[in-house]
């Protein structure tokens, strides 16, 4: 067999493979967004690949019943998501900076510290989290899911390598000259620069968050403050739409919508990212 | 940099102290004080009743407690089970993935695009994945009525009871959430190796298996370290797939076949009862702190071990590579 006609088999090959693989990651995704979309009868019958019209029912029935508010854990969620976002993105870039910028005695310990805590992240301690968090008095609080965001060692990683790409010092020495005061540089001058690595850490930082079940599992009792992983998992084990599963797909649907949207526009961001933050040993 | 080093502690770098201040608090506070505090408590018969309680120093009793309870000794299997039959084939997929995705000789099109389809699973809530897969194989749910509709079967299979399938579904769901982060990993690295000596090797004459073991895979050594090492530490904190794929508010499975080891502490030890006996469950956290970090640290001193002499092989086989690719060119021309 000639080398070509070699090749051309493998490349066929290795397609259907990829095209196998392509429908195992957007199938299942797919007949959720379906079936959100079908009457419990219609869901019953059978696996279909075109929408139907019970969309607005299923609406319906969502807000309509049940323990738990699936649109109140909605908001609870983007509250923290958000809240969590912003302060992870600017102190992991604050602590960057210093590393990055200044020479102080301890940098190397501190990144020393940062990378540790890459490998074996502070989640592992999720019991002394937990008890100290009640120390605090915070527990059934979103304090212990957003306050946290001030130290995350992932963050401050990528925005390390980040700043290394695209710092320029001679405008950190100019914005010393002109009398500008330090924290006035980072936020005048660096922060502008940084914009686009700071929105891709927020993407991170906010998918993060909106996903995370375990730790407001242990920290969150009072429903009105569940998450929404929370609200999907009382959904799951409580059988709330039992009768009508049309409504829990939707509001399965609900709650991966907002990452998927995100996602479908800045995939580039997200997939470039990820192979940024991590590469650089 | 370019930039004249300026001497350390000058007065200005006395701002990196500052600036670093709220991170360092946040790691003392939330993370390394948190561990001292699990350590010390889990000596002691701490519960949440009271914090301002007289602690009682009662040595090695709760690890007693926690290391006699069976279902959590068994966990410790079923969290490496799960583990390893998920990430043998998440590196192996990954590997030959992103070296088709990177190959030369393939020059695929639409790698962009595959890519972003393989990664986004990583993105969605392991809460809903883990819903949308309890409902697509329950007893009445899509998966039998298709089988059923195919006449493939008569009466539907009871997914959810039979413990081995529902094991290799939580170790698929687990492929599936990770092997587009690790393709992703893996490309990059790849394709930060010098093209020179994938040419200078075909000129060699070395085929695409040769090139694979013999650059790609030394080279990739320390993007391979990195996914190695936070799999297995995230392997071993396996929490939110395996608590919620059974539904029926049986976290872990019917007979505990795929509890793993956050599974087993969380429903000991916080579930439902209202004096949480702290000093058990951070004896518990104890348990799965030091598997974890006992792990990863192997890890690492295994891949460091081989490190040496592989990369003093490594550099004199690049010098060949590049004298010979000269001396080839040199021909050529």
Redesign the interface.
Known sequence: MSYKLL?NL??LI??II?IF??L???V??Y??FI?ATRSTPQ?????SFLPSTFLAFNWGVLGSSGSVNLFRSFGNSAIIAFSNTIITVY?AV??A???E???????KV?YS?VML????????????????M??FGWLNTFYPLI??A??V?TS?FFAKQYLESCLV??LI?AG?IDGCS?LGI?HKIMMPIAIPGMFTMAIFAF?GS??N??TP??IITDQKKAT???A??I???GNTYNRE?GA??LG?AI??VP??VV?ICL?KF??GG???G??K? | ?K?K??????K?????????A??????L???L???????F?SFTN?T?RA?NQELEVIGFANYQTVLGNQSFITSIGTTWKIWIISFIPQLG?ALM?SA?FTSV??R?KCV?L????????N??????V???????FSN?G?IN??LI?LGLITEPIFFRDTPSFMVGLVAYLQW?LWF??TI??L???MT?ISPSLYESATVDGANGGQMFFKITLPLLR??ML?VL??SL?GG??M??IP??IN???RPGGRMGEFATM?VV??NTY?NGNSTRN?GL??A??MV??AV??VA?LILLAIMNIGKDDDSKLEKKRLKRLNKESKLGKAVLS
């Open positions: 090749t493998v490349r290795v397609y990829m693989i392509a195992l990651c957007i299942p995704i007949i959720l079936n869901i019953n019958s059978g696996i102190f604050l602590t900076y210093a590393i910028v200044y020479n102080f005695k301890l940098k501190v510290l805590l890459v490998m074996i992240p502070g989640q592992v301690a999720v019991i002394g989290f937990y008890m100290q009640s120390a306050i946290p001030i130290a060692p401050v010092k001679e020495h010393r330090e980072m998918v909106w996903n079940f375990f599992f242990l929404l992983p929370m999907v998992q959904i799951v084990n599963i829990f797909y399965l709650s991966i990452v998927v996602y995939s997200i997939v990820m192979a940024m991590a590469v040993e | 940099m930039t080093k300026i001497r350390q502690g000058g200005i770098d006395r701002w990196g102290y500052i600036f670093v709220p991170f360092i608090i946040g790691i506070v939330f993370t004080y948190p561990v001292g505090d699990m350590f408590k701490a949440n914090f997929i993935i088709w000789r393939l695929l962009g595959f890519r972003t389809v393989f990664y986004m699973p993105l969605l809530m392991s809460a809903t883990a819903a949308l897969y309890t409902t697509l009445l899509p009525r298709m509709n599936w587009g982060v992703v990993l490309m990059a690295g930060s320390p993007v990195y090492v936070t530490v071993m904190q929490m939110d608590y919620m539904g029926e508010n956050n502490m969380t916080f702290l469950a951070s518990a956290g799965i702190f974890t970090l990863a």
